[in-house]
């Protein structure tokens, strides 16, 4: 399925490039540079809507010298996929979280763990601290410019068919979840089996029962239609996701200085609009979703931030970088 699915998005992908090439012909090619922004939420996601305003700012800053293409719906291919792309010098990026980059600086995978913080406010502070930055410098020398990270997701729940009253419930439940080692190491301390499936899969894994479940945002969950396949939301809350602006290193490099500069004020600035459009709509999107049948659970997370508690120590360095997180956001 994950093959086929691939060979799709990879069709897809050379068919949205191509005709944004012959769009830039008919207009005459007036850019001198062009970067394309890929995510994989679809076009009604307040963070495209923040990708568009991205573009539109830059457009208007350079008077059409910088233009800034976006593909939605993971047009250009899985968020893993395009990672790689990024790291080639492709002027390509994306909207990811930090978890894809444990592999090159396992600090920074922190802030996929479980109850890290609690609020946007929080998040805003972590990324935004001396700290971050040190990890985002030395990511440049693996050919990563983070650009920003302050793009809020919301906080991730458990979508089910069955109803979840407490971690019991979930034990032994197949629970598709990201690739990020922190992420798939929670689900495993709540009891599930995790499994790694592309954002585009999880609608008809769940409808093919390959999987039980999910563990996903609120605004993923309405914007994939994921409420078609499940019947219960349950509200863990065990990641708050924040994510971030990624693009090439090399390609960063080759803007001219005031461009560089200009990419980075706009994309903090796109990442707090879009941000406030996500907590603007969850209740919205949590609305519609009850009122196509959706039950929304509250419970009682004690013993699921005890389980949470002891991710941390599964990760090197996690215990002492809390420590400073904390500090950072006032815990």
């Given at each position: 399925?994950?093959k086929?699915?691939t060979?799709?998005?990879?069709i897809?992908a050379?068919a949205?490039?191509?005709?944004a090439?012959?769009k830039?012909?008919a207009?005459?090619?007036?850019?001198s540079?062009?970067?394309?922004l890929?995510?994989?939420q679809?076009?009604?996601?307040p963070?495209t809507?923040?990708?568009y305003k991205?573009?539109?700012?830059?457009?208007?800053a350079?008077?059409?010298?910088f233009?800034?293409q976006v593909f939605?719906s993971?047009?250009?291919?899985?968020t893993?996929?395009?990672?790689?792309?990024v790291k080639?010098g492709?002027n390509?990026g994306?909207?990811?979280?930090?978890?894809?980059?444990s592999g090159?600086?396992?600090?920074?995978?922190?802030?996929?763990?479980?109850y890290?913080f609690?609020t946007?406010e929080e998040?805003?502070k972590?990324?935004q601290?001396?700290?971050?930055?040190?990890?985002?410098d030395?990511l440049?020398k693996?050919?990563?410019?983070?650009?920003s990270?302050n793009w809020?997701?919301?906080a991730r729940n458990f979508i089910?068919?069955k109803?979840?009253k407490?971690?019991?419930?979930l034990?032994?439940?197949?629970?598709?979840?990201?690739?990020s080692?922190?992420w798939?190491?929670?689900?495993d301390a709540?009891?599930?089996?995790p499994t790694?499936l592309?954002?585009g899969?999880?609608y008809?894994?769940i409808q093919?029962?390959?999987?039980?479940?999910?563990e996903q945002?609120?605004?993923?969950t309405y914007?994939?239609?994921?409420?078609e396949?499940t019947k219960?939301?349950?509200?863990?809350?065990?990641?708050q996701?924040m994510?971030g602006?990624v693009?090439s290193?090399?390609?960063?490099q080759?803007l001219?200085?005031?461009?560089?500069?200009?990419?980075?004020?706009?994309s903090?600035k796109?990442?707090?609009?879009?941000?406030?459009?996500t907590?603007?709509?969850i209740?919205?999107?949590?609305?519609e979703?009850v009122k196509?049948?959706?039950?929304?659970?509250?419970?009682d997370?004690?013993?699921?931030?005890?389980?949470?508690?002891k991710?941390?120590?599964?990760f090197?360095?996690f215990a002492d970088?809390?420590?400073q997180?904390?500090k950072?956001?006032?815990?």
């Amino acid at each position: 399925m994950k093959k086929m699915f691939t060979v799709v998005m990879m069709i897809a992908a050379m068919a949205a490039v191509n005709a944004a090439g012959s769009k830039d012909k008919a207009t005459g090619g007036k850019a001198s540079y062009v970067l394309k922004l890929s995510y994989v939420q679809n076009e009604e996601d307040p963070l495209t809507k923040g990708l568009y305003k991205l573009a539109e700012s830059i457009k208007t800053a350079t008077k059409g010298d910088f233009e800034i293409q976006v593909f939605p719906s993971g047009l250009l291919g899985d968020t893993a996929d395009v990672v790689e792309q990024v790291k080639t010098g492709s002027n390509i990026g994306l909207l990811t979280d930090a978890g894809r980059f444990s592999g090159n600086l396992i600090e920074i995978g922190i802030l996929d763990a479980p109850y890290l913080f609690d609020t946007y406010e929080e998040g805003n502070k972590i990324v935004q601290s001396d700290l971050f930055k040190s990890w985002t410098d030395r990511l440049q020398k693996d050919g990563y410019r983070v650009c920003s990270f302050n793009w809020y997701q919301g906080a991730r729940n458990f979508i089910t068919n069955k109803p979840i009253k407490s971690m019991a419930d979930l034990k032994g439940l197949k629970i598709r979840t990201g690739s990020s080692p922190v992420w798939q190491a929670t689900v495993d301390a709540f009891g599930c089996k995790p499994t790694s499936l592309a954002q585009g899969e999880v609608y008809s894994a769940i409808q093919q029962k390959v999987v039980d479940g999910a563990e996903q945002q609120d605004m993923a969950t309405y914007g994939l239609k994921l409420y078609e396949v499940t019947k219960y939301i349950t509200r863990t809350q065990h990641f708050q996701l924040m994510t971030g602006l990624v693009v090439s290193e090399s390609w960063f490099q080759k803007l001219p200085e005031s461009y560089r500069k200009l990419l980075i004020e706009e994309s903090i600035k796109a990442g707090e609009y879009a941000s406030n459009l996500t907590m603007q709509n969850i209740k919205r999107a949590d609305a519609e979703m009850v009122k196509a049948g959706t039950v929304i659970n509250e419970i009682d997370l004690a013993e699921f931030k005890a389980a949470g508690n002891k991710v941390y120590a599964k990760f090197s360095g996690f215990a002492d970088i809390k420590k400073q997180i904390d500090k950072i956001i006032g815990k």
